[in-house]
Antibody, heavy 117, light 112 residues
Framework: EVQLLESGGGLGQPGGSLRLSCVAS????????MNWVRQAPGRGPEWVST????????HYADSVKGRFTVSRDNSRSTVYLQMNSLRAEDTAVYYC??????????WGQGALVTVSS | DIVMTQTPPSSPVTLGQPASISCRSS???????????LSWLHQRPGQPPRLLIY???NRFSGVPDRFSGSGAGTDFTLTISRVEAEDVGVYYC?????????FGQGTKVDIK
């Protein structure tokens, strides 16, 4: 059974940093790209970032480019999202999701990030 | 960026009756490899989105066959042949043909 478990959410200060982790199990982690999607309160989902099978191949939404960094550790079956220079508009539930088929097939339960002073 | 426009924004439906949701993209979703990467997801309150349909019309594992997808190019439709109580929630279309990947704004389905 595919399982994704996010952690690291919480309260962050404007201009501050947080790091999210997503531990995966139930599939061959190193063989698939991993993704982060966020959903602000009362809004639809927004794709944030993707790390390909090759850890040096990454993609970002313009809204986070230069501030967020995605990475993966295949030995730990874990994907990370380092979030710097946090803004109020980064407040959201952050989901990690697999892409074993051509779409986002499995999702974690999410981690809430609140940016406020 | 590709804008995904869903209609209607909300859809009150009768149990056992059909329902359909439309999704239109601001440009063609045909990828350079010839495939069209349009999916449909369902989200219940407090839950993560769940994949229903991928590549326009392929049902994901475990998805009931009352769900079907159709369309091509820029116009796509999700159809529920007979709505059941567990189908309430918000439905999103999503494209992963062109970066940045984008979602529709959602269609809320509830029971009349």
């Amino acid at each position: 059974e595919v399982q994704l478990l996010e952690s690291g959410g919480g309260l962050g200060q404007p201009g501050g940093s947080l790091r999210l982790s997503c531990v995966a199990s139930g599939f061959t982690f190193r063989s698939f790209s991993m993704n982060w999607v966020r959903q602000a309160p009362g809004r639809g989902p927004e794709w944030v970032s993707t790390v390909d099978i090759r850890p040096d191949v990454t993609h970002y939404a313009d809204s986070v480019k230069g501030r967020f960094t995605v990475s993966r550790d295949n030995s730990r079956s874990t994907v990370y999202l380092q979030m710097n220079s946090l803004r109020a508009e980064d407040t959201a539930v952050y989901y990690c999701a697999t892409r074993m088929l051509s779409h986002f097939d499995y999702w974690g339960q999410g981690a809430l990030v609140t940016v406020s002073s | 960026d590709i804008v995904m426009t869903q209609t209607p924004p909300s859809s009150p439906v009768t149990l056992g009756q059909p329902a359909s949701i439309s999704c239109r993209s601001s440009q063609s979703l045909v990828h350079s490899d010839g495939n069209t990467y349009l999916s449909w997801l369902h989200q219940r309150p407090g839950q993560p989105p769940r994949l229903l349909i991928y590549e326009i019309s392929n049902r994901f594992s475990g998805v009931p066959d009352r769900f079907s997808g159709s369309g091509a190019g820029t116009d796509f439709t999700l159809t529920i042949s007979r709505v059941e109580a567990e189908d309430v929630g918000v439905y999103y279309c999503m494209q992963v043909s062109h970066f940045p990947w984008t979602f529709g704004q959602g269609t809320k389905v509830d029971i009349k």
